[in-house]
């Protein structure tokens, strides 16, 4: 759209948008605004809605008072990949989930076997689930959730505390 553009910094951190309201020929509202974005080839960016509707209100207010200047708004950004590992009590089993991220970080193979530890998982994990789960998240698209059971545990016996294995 014409008087709108939207590009990357200098650092690849941020998507900018600037808009000059004396050169926007139609309406800007929000529905036009996600079409524009979504035309874009910086869609693996991270969108904030907030950020859009301050925008929409910059925009309206510059309209309103006939401002010529631009109007400079950040509206995204890359986001990593989020991991996140439970332990499921009752079935005795830890679980690691992975969300992947928008153009951010992939974590490596030694981030994934080294998560688990900080939750509290004992035992040695299953090392072929792992290497399956971040082929899954390299695979996947932005905020697919990938999950699987990484390790099983046994029951308590007298005198031990249940640990987890591998399953």
């Not at 000059?20 to 080839?41: F, G, Q, S, V, Y």
């Amino acid at each position: 759209m014409q008087g709108i553009a939207i590009k990357v910094d200098d650092k690849y951190t941020y998507l900018d948008m600037s808009s000059e309201p004396a050169l926007i020929e139609n309406t800007l509202d929000a529905n036009n605004l996600h079409k524009i974005i979504n035309k874009i080839p910086f869609t693996h960016f991270f969108i904030f809605d907030q950020n859009i509707l301050k925008a929409l209100s910059h925009y309206k207010t510059a309209t309103k008072s006939h401002s010529s200047t631009t109007i400079l708004d950040r509206i995204g950004e890359p986001r990593h990949t989020e991991i996140k590992c439970r332990i499921v009590e009752g079935a005795l089993c830890a679980i690691m989930s992975i969300t992947c991220g928008y153009s951010g970080k992939a974590p490596s193979f030694m981030t994934l076997k080294n998560m688990p530890k900080k939750t509290g998982i004992v035992q040695e994990l299953w090392l072929e689930r792992l290497s399956i789960l971040l082929e899954k998240m390299r695979s996947a698209a932005s905020r697919e959730i990938s999950e699987d059971v990484v390790a099983r545990g046994l029951p308590p016996q007298n005198g031990r505390s249940s640990k987890l294995k591998p399953p």
